[in-house]
């Protein structure tokens, strides 16, 4: 597939080619990320998917841009913008991350790197885990933040946040999930995130709820 007319890759992307059946692309390397968005859609009224009409930036091998914005709404634009550039199609992104209230929002856009290498997680557990050890339960309040970006060729782009609320524990419990789920315990629950099946997780996430908020602009865009 080309690109439009007027439409062209980022600075230094490679335009790719996309299969013939692929209407959406999502900008994810997470196969789960894939199933949850695919499931998502088909909840949504007048839409018919096959589940090969959403692709992800990893099947098409797309260069992965720098993501250098401010906030989650900002990262999750640089990604959907670049994936509609490069593919021609519809593409959804989303930045995530965990904000803790004591600490102003931190770590925020820095969560996956909070101590200093990018996707270490028990490095960053350890150093959030450190930094809050003084704080009282009562003042340990924190969420999951996530920002989902939709970009259409034709440049219409779409944002919707989600997020969980919960209390920061003071040492990891469970091995389901990642990240930061093992020291966040969502309001009303006496399970940190990490001890929730994924089903469970998936109904009240930060993610769930910004694809589910972004999904009948998804519809929209695709039954044009």
């Not at 003084?134 to 989600?162: K, S, Y």
Request: glycine share 10%.
């Amino acid at each position: 597939m080309s690109l439009p007319d007027g439409v062209s890759a980022p600075d230094g992307a490679a335009r790719v080619a996309v299969p013939a059946s692929a209407r959406l692309v999502l900008a994810t390397h997470n196969r789960g990320k894939l199933a949850e968005l695919r499931a998502i859609l088909a909840e949504q009224p007048g839409l018919d998917l096959p589940d090969d009409a959403v692709v992800s930036a990893a099947d098409l091998a797309t260069q992965e841009p720098v993501e250098d914005g401010a906030t989650f709404a900002e990262n999750a634009l640089i990604k959907a913008r670049a994936l509609a550039a490069a593919t021609g199609l519809p593409a959804l992104a989303d930045d995530s991350g965990l904000a803790v209230d004591v600490l102003g929002g931190a770590p925020g856009i820095f969560s996956a790197r909070w101590a200093g290498r990018h996707g270490d997680d028990a490095a960053n557990l350890e150093l959030l885990l450190a930094q809050l050890a003084d704080v009282r339960p009562e003042h340990r309040a924190a969420g999951f933040v996530c920002a989902a970006a939709l970009v259409t060729p034709d440049g219409t782009e779409t944002v919707r946040e989600g997020a969980l609320r919960g209390t920061l524990l003071t040492a990891p419990r469970g091995e389901s999930g990642f990240g930061y789920d093992p020291v966040l315990r969502p309001d009303g629950e006496e399970r940190s995130c990490a001890e929730l099946d994924p089903a469970e997780k998936n109904a009240i996430s930060h993610r769930g709820q910004a694809f589910r908020a972004i999904a009948p602009a998804v519809a929209a865009a695709l039954a044009r």
